[in-house]
């Protein structure tokens, strides 16, 4: 069966400082993995996702993902984060019923 | 209006109400979700709609009643609740319900509380 670990359902950086939100997953076939990520007050939205091709995927925003097999991690990272990225993140994995499979969150505080 | 709308953004209800959220898209798409989101847990899929046929129901209490009348249109309605049931409840829809993109498209959710 599928499943999706968050470390850490907080996550506090400084302006400019890179961000690495970290996600693992367990998957029996080979995955499909989703960041979403979640504004005050708002629903989610997709943020990248990777789908069995370049293990390096680029999303909105100017985060990036990487696809490591061997570690069965996808963690999101952001060279310097912005106070525009304060908000939830999701990391997901497609189910074997084709549904997608959601870790807990984790939530990103920006520090001025 | 585009996207997907959720009405209405804030409901408080006594357990012996009943009432009804209300989700609609304007993307043309053939599935629609309902999902809970409490916090520090995952999303939690309640109930999929495809071309207006539900084909997944995770074991949801039949005081959550969904209605899908078209592909653009998805109801829950809400009877005899709990207090747990408070929470974020989403609607999504996506262009197929086997699609390999995964990609779902949300609104801004219904916040219910339960009094």
């Known amino acids: 069966a599928q499943s999706v670990t968050q470390l850490g359902s907080h996550v506090s950086v400084s302006e400019g400082a890179l961000v690495l939100l970290r996600c693992n997953y367990s998957?029996?076939?080979?995955?499909?993995l989703f960041w979403y990520v979640q504004y005050p007050n708002q629903g989610l939205q997709l943020l990248l996702k990777?789908?069995?091709?370049a293990t390096l995927v680029k999303g909105i925003n100017g985060f990036e993902a990487e696809f490591k097999k061997s570690e069965t991690s996808f963690h999101l990272t952001k060279p310097s984060a912005h106070m525009s990225d304060a908000a939830e993140y999701f990391c997901?994995?497609?189910?074997?019923?084709?549904?997608?499979?959601w870790g807990a969150g984790t939530k990103l505080i920006i520090k001025p | 209006e585009t996207g997907v709308t959720q009405t209405p953004r804030h409901l408080v209800m006594g357990m012996t109400n009943k009432k009804s959220l209300k989700c609609e898209q304007h993307?043309?798409?053939?599935?629609m979700y309902w999902y809970k989101q409490s916090a520090k847990k995952p999303l939690e899929l309640m109930f999929v709609?495809?071309?207006?046929?539900?084909?997944e129901n995770n074991s949801v209490p039949s005081r959550f009643s969904p209605e899908c009348p078209n592909s653009s249109h998805l109801f829950l309605h809400l009877h005899t609740l709990q207090p747990e049931d408070s929470a974020l409840y989403l609607c999504?829809?996506?262009?197929?319900?086997?699609?390999?993109?995964?990609?779902?498209?949300f609104g801004e959710g219904s916040r219910l509380t339960v009094l």
């Open positions: 997901a994995v497609r189910g074997s019923n084709y549904q997608l499979i």
């Open positions: 990777y789908t069995s091709a």
């Open positions: 998957s029996s076939v080979p995955p499909y």
């Open positions: 993307l043309g798409h053939n599935a």
């Open positions: 709609y495809n071309f207006k046929e539900q084909t």
């Open positions: 999504a829809s996506s262009q197929e319900v086997l699609a390999d993109t995964g990609e779902l498209f």
